[in-house]
Structure formats: structure tokens, C-alpha cells
């Protein structure tokens, strides 16, 4: 029945996200890869000017931060990749308090649906897709993530992410489903473990899995479990990884438990970023996506081989419009062009946010906790901390209190996660940042044991 459900779930989805102007949408990215750096400027340059003057005459929000600013349509007209940082920030925090209201175009594409982003820091961010914006983020995510990996939709695929499949702290197999329409297997990421594992390849081979994607961390568990427990993998054509770094150590164990070469990229829900890697090797900036900055702490651009935030203006959703925003990860551009001919930017390293890793009792591992937070009103931000194999403290910091169905709902989750622990829930005014001024939303001191 769980089948039935996923898949006539996942019919609509597919129809939502690969319909419409879809096919449209592909083939002119296609044609767009073959576009040489003068090219490639002169489109970013026609599509900055677009998102700028709809945002300022539909889009509340920006007419007066602009007009704050300085800015009328004439000065906006003026404006271009080298002088953007002349207008103000989109900061994580006012996305979250205006984007359901006033960072909402007053014309709106049909269709649209707000979807939450996976912050882990407390409240999500609320991201508005309409059907053509999904068509258009897809159509992008189809050729150069999949397409870019040998890959497709219509081959049959795995993927462990954040959506829960298995009923409350149930912990008896099978640990996925699936979804016939899109020929995915959805694993779940919050059963992996030794005992589990070999549920999961048999999950793979009984449905032909070619190819596995979502979370990095959770993919890397999965496959190290493999290994020590001996249990032969189905060798696939690619790992596609996203969410977490993905680390040298994590592209070899692929290799060798499921025989194939490993894809990284990077992106968000916000879908005004788009970054993955080629056949060759290097990762690629989509101009097509949005206009990337990548920033100091002063604001102020990065050469080539520095670490730097990325600020995003995105080209794809006009019904919330995203400019200059802080979407809290970081790159290092690259001085290098890549061989494979594309004059699409480089980069050279994906830094992104690592986390530290939580153990459950059973000796399942977690690193993602933002699902425990969703939806939970009170809540402005959280931390995750283990120093006990059997015990967790949970710190939040909130408006006027914590309420009591949101700490329930926090015990509630977590147990459906990593099994019965003993969870202290504190609140607190701040959770302090790092040295280098992140927030650091798990801390772990435990070390597995193989």
C-alpha cells in the first residue's frame, strides 16, 4: 500500500517537474553549453537586467530596498555583474520572515507551492515553485547533473534523503520503497547500519538500481556498512552525491564497493545556483542558473584560489525573486579552464558545511538532523550534541519559550531516528558561533567503533 501511495506521489511529481516546458527548457540549455565566455556574459547580462526591473516594479521587498538605496529604473538598467554589489544583501533571515509575503512577485506563474528548505539552524526557509519554475530548475538538473554523470530520469535510480518512510521508531525491513512512475528507490536515510545493510542491497538489486543519489553522508555509510559486512553491491554507473562535502575518501569507497565513478555538485531548494561536475572531471558554474558572487566578510570579491561565501542572484523564479542572496556555503574558484571544452566558470573545491556525526545506539549514524526542527514554530534555531552513546542535548534558542508540543514533537523525531535515547532539550539566548564565525549545528566527541 506504502508502494501505491509513493508511486501515485511520485506520477504527479514527475508530471509537475517534467512536463510543460520541460523539453523546451532542455534544449535550449543544451545549446547554451556551446556558448564561449563572451556569450556566456552578454546572457547573464540580459537576464540580470530582467530579474532586477521585474523585481522592482512587482516585487514589494526590492522596490524599497532599492529605492533605499538609491535606485530607480534608470540606475537598475545601468547595473551589471561588476557593479551588483553596489545593491543591498538578501540575508537567510530575511528570506525566512518575508518570503510567503512581501519577496512575492504581485504576478505569479499557476501552480505554485511553497516547499522548506533543509536549514538545520531551526526555521526553514519557505522557497515558492510554479509548475514552469520547476520545468525550468529541471530541465538544468536533468543535463547537467544526470545527463553530466551518464545518467537519466528514465533509468532506474536510488536515493537516500530526508523524507520519512518507515512509521514512527519502527526498525524492521524493508528499509525503502518505491516509486514506479519514476523508477526511484526511496531509501531511508535513518535506518543505515550494520544489521540493515544488506536489506538495502537487496533493495537495489530487486528494483535494478543503476545509479545511486541524495545525501553524501548517508550514501557513505551505506557503502562503508557494505564493505565491512562483506555484502556484494550491485555495481552501478554512477554515484550522484549532494547536500554534504564530498571528500576523496568518500569517491574511492564508491569505486570500489559499487565499481563506478562519483558525480559532486551543489545547489539548494532555492534552486538560484547551480554547480556540478563534468565527465572530465571539473566542476562547472551554470551561468544559466543565476549570478554567483563569491565574497569575504567585507563583501568584497575573492581571486581565484580563495574561499569565499557565495551570494546568489537567481534567473529561473520570478515569482520570488532571489538577489544578491547569502546562501551560507562556500567555494574556491578555480585559475584553471577545463579540458572538456565547456567555457562555462570552474571551480576547485565545493567547501559547503560538514557535520559531525551522531551514533545511535544500534550503531546507526546520522549527520542531518533539520527534519527534527521542521515546522516547529518556536523554534529559531537548534543544536545537536552527543557525548554519550545513549544521551543527547538538545539547545534552542527561541522567541518567549519553547512550546510543549514542540518539544514533544523534537523526542518524538529524534527517537524515530536514532532509537530510544535519553534527550535533554535546554533553552538557551544564543548558541555561539565558531572561531570563523559559523554556525555548528551537530557536535559529536563519540568515535565509531567497526
Same mark, same amino acid.
Given at each position: 500500500?506504502?508502494?501505491?501511495?509513493?508511486?501515485?506521489?511520485?506520477?504527479?511529481? @514527475?508530471?509537475?517537474? $517534467?512536463?510543460?516546458? =520541460?523539453?523546451? %527548457?532542455?534544449? +535550449? !540549455?543544451?545549446?547554451? *553549453?556551446?556558448?564561449?565566455?563572451?556569450?556566456?556574459?552578454?546572457?547573464?547580462?540580459?537576464?540580470?537586467?530582467?530579474?532586477?526591473?521585474?523585481?522592482?516594479?512587482?516585487?514589494?521587498?526590492? @522596490?524599497?530596498?532599492? $529605492?533605499?538605496?538609491? =535606485?530607480?529604473? %534608470?540606475?537598475? +538598467? !545601468?547595473?551589471?555583474? *561588476?557593479?551588483?554589489?553596489?545593491?543591498?544583501?538578501?540575508?537567510?533571515?530575511?528570506?525566512?520572515?518575508?518570503?510567503?509575503?512581501?519577496?512575492?512577485?504581485?504576478?505569479?506563474?499557476?501552480?505554485?507551492?511553497?516547499?522548506?528548505?533543509?536549514?538545520?539552524?531551526?526555521?526553514?526557509?519557505?522557497?515558492?515553485?510554479?509548475?514552469?519554475?520547476?520545468?525550468?530548475?529541471?530541465?538544468?538538473?536533468?543535463?547537467?547533473?544526470?545527463?553530466?554523470?551518464?545518467?537519466?530520469?528514465?533509468?532506474?535510480?536510488?536515493?537516500?534523503?530526508?523524507?520519512?518512510?518507515?512509521?514512527?521508531?519502527?526498525?524492521?525491513?524493508?528499509?525503502?520503497?518505491?516509486?514506479?512512475?519514476?523508477?526511484?528507490?526511496?531509501?531511508?536515510?535513518?535506518?543505515?547500519?550494520?544489521?540493515?545493510?544488506?536489506?538495502?542491497?537487496?533493495?537495489?538489486?530487486?528494483?535494478?538500481?543503476?545509479?545511486?543519489?541524495?545525501?553524501?553522508?548517508?550514501?557513505?555509510?551505506?557503502?562503508?556498512?557494505?564493505?565491512?559486512?562483506?555484502?556484494?553491491?550491485?555495481?552501478?554507473?554512477?554515484?550522484?552525491?549532494?547536500?554534504?562535502?564530498?571528500?576523496?575518501?568518500?569517491?574511492?569507497?564508491?569505486?570500489?564497493?559499487?565499481?563506478?565513478?562519483?558525480?559532486?555538485?551543489?545547489?539548494?531548494?532555492?534552486?538560484?545556483?547551480?554547480?556540478?561536475?563534468?565527465?572530465?572531471?571539473?566542476?562547472?558554474?551554470?551561468?544559466?542558473?543565476?549570478?554567483?558572487?563569491?565574497?569575504?566578510?567585507?563583501?568584497?570579491?575573492?581571486?581565484?584560489?580563495?574561499?569565499?561565501?557565495?551570494?546568489?542572484?537567481?534567473?529561473?523564479?520570478?515569482?520570488?525573486?532571489?538577489?544578491?542572496?547569502?546562501?551560507?556555503?562556500?567555494?574556491?574558484?578555480?585559475?584553471?579552464?577545463?579540458?572538456?571544452?565547456?567555457?562555462?566558470?570552474?571551480?576547485?573545491?565545493?567547501?559547503?558545511?560538514?557535520?559531525?556525526?551522531?551514533?545511535?545506539?544500534?550503531?546507526?549514524?546520522?549527520?542531518?538532523?533539520?527534519?527534527?526542527?521542521?515546522?516547529?514554530?518556536?523554534?529559531?534555531?537548534?543544536?545537536?550534541?552527543?557525548?554519550?552513546?545513549?544521551?543527547?542535548?538538545?539547545?534552542?534558542?527561541?522567541?518567549?519559550?519553547?512550546?510543549?508540543?514542540?518539544?514533544?514533537?523534537?523526542?518524538?523525531?529524534?527517537?524515530?531516528?536514532?532509537?530510544?535515547?535519553?534527550?535533554?532539550?535546554?533553552?538557551?539566548?544564543?548558541?555561539?558561533?565558531?572561531?570563523?564565525?559559523?554556525?555548528?549545528?551537530?557536535?559529536?566527541?563519540?568515535?565509531?567503533?567497526?
Amino acid at each position: 500500500m506504502q508502494n501505491l501511495l509513493v508511486s501515485a506521489y511520485g506520477y504527479s511529481w @514527475k508530471r509537475r517537474r $517534467l512536463g510543460g516546458v =520541460f523539453t523546451e %527548457e532542455y534544449t +535550449k !540549455a543544451k545549446q547554451r *553549453e556551446n556558448f564561449t565566455v563572451a556569450q556566456w556574459q552578454e546572457y547573464q547580462q540580459q537576464q540580470l537586467q530582467k530579474i532586477l526591473l521585474h523585481a522592482f516594479e512587482q516585487v514589494p521587498f526590492y @522596490k524599497q530596498q532599492f $529605492l533605499s538605496s538609491g =535606485f530607480n529604473v %534608470e540606475k537598475l +538598467k !545601468a547595473v551589471t555583474s *561588476e557593479t551588483i554589489s553596489q545593491l543591498p544583501i538578501l540575508s537567510k533571515e530575511a528570506l525566512r520572515k518575508y518570503g510567503t509575503s512581501l519577496l512575492l512577485s504581485k504576478k505569479r506563474e499557476k501552480g505554485g507551492s511553497f516547499f522548506a528548505s533543509s536549514g538545520s539552524t531551526g526555521t526553514p526557509t519557505q522557497i515558492l515553485f510554479s509548475h514552469a519554475m520547476h520545468q525550468r530548475w529541471f530541465a538544468l538538473f536533468e543535463l547537467r547533473v544526470r545527463n553530466w554523470a551518464g545518467v537519466s530520469s528514465d533509468i532506474p535510480r536510488g536515493m537516500i534523503g530526508g523524507r520519512r518512510i518507515i512509521p514512527g521508531a519502527a526498525n524492521t525491513p524493508p528499509f525503502y520503497r518505491y516509486n514506479y512512475f519514476e523508477k526511484q528507490v526511496y531509501f531511508s536515510a535513518y535506518h543505515i547500519n550494520a544489521k540493515n545493510a544488506a536489506n538495502y542491497a537487496d533493495g537495489m538489486r530487486k528494483h535494478k538500481v543503476t545509479y545511486m543519489t541524495g545525501y553524501a553522508m548517508s550514501n557513505f555509510f551505506l557503502a562503508r556498512f557494505l564493505k565491512e559486512q562483506n555484502i556484494e553491491a550491485p555495481q552501478l554507473k554512477a554515484i550522484v552525491t549532494s547536500s554534504e562535502k564530498l571528500t576523496d575518501e568518500m569517491r574511492l569507497l564508491f569505486k570500489e564497493v559499487y565499481g563506478c565513478k562519483t558525480f559532486d555538485g551543489w545547489s539548494g531548494l532555492e534552486a538560484c545556483s547551480l554547480i556540478t561536475e563534468c565527465n572530465h572531471g571539473s566542476l562547472h558554474i551554470s551561468p544559466d542558473a543565476g549570478l554567483i558572487e563569491v565574497l569575504d566578510h567585507n563583501l568584497q570579491p575573492v581571486p581565484p584560489g580563495v574561499a569565499g561565501t557565495v551570494y546568489c542572484t537567481g534567473f529561473l523564479n520570478y515569482d520570488q525573486p532571489l538577489i544578491r542572496y547569502n546562501i551560507g556555503d562556500e567555494i574556491i574558484l578555480s585559475e584553471k579552464q577545463c579540458t572538456c571544452g565547456r567555457e562555462m566558470p570552474a571551480v576547485k573545491e565545493i567547501i559547503g558545511r560538514t557535520e559531525e556525526v551522531v551514533i545511535g545506539k544500534d550503531g546507526r549514524e546520522m549527520v542531518r538532523f533539520h527534519s527534527v526542527f521542521n515546522g516547529l514554530q518556536s523554534v529559531k534555531q537548534a543544536q545537536v550534541i552527543q557525548q554519550n552513546i545513549d544521551e543527547l542535548l538538545i539547545k534552542v534558542v527561541t522567541d518567549s519559550g519553547l512550546y510543549p508540543t514542540d518539544a514533544a514533537l523534537i523526542k518524538t523525531r529524534i527517537e524515530s531516528q536514532l532509537g530510544a535515547l535519553q534527550i535533554h532539550i535546554e533553552e538557551v539566548n544564543e548558541i555561539p558561533l565558531t572561531a570563523n564565525g559559523k554556525f555548528k549545528a551537530v557536535i559529536s566527541t563519540l568515535k565509531r567503533h567497526t
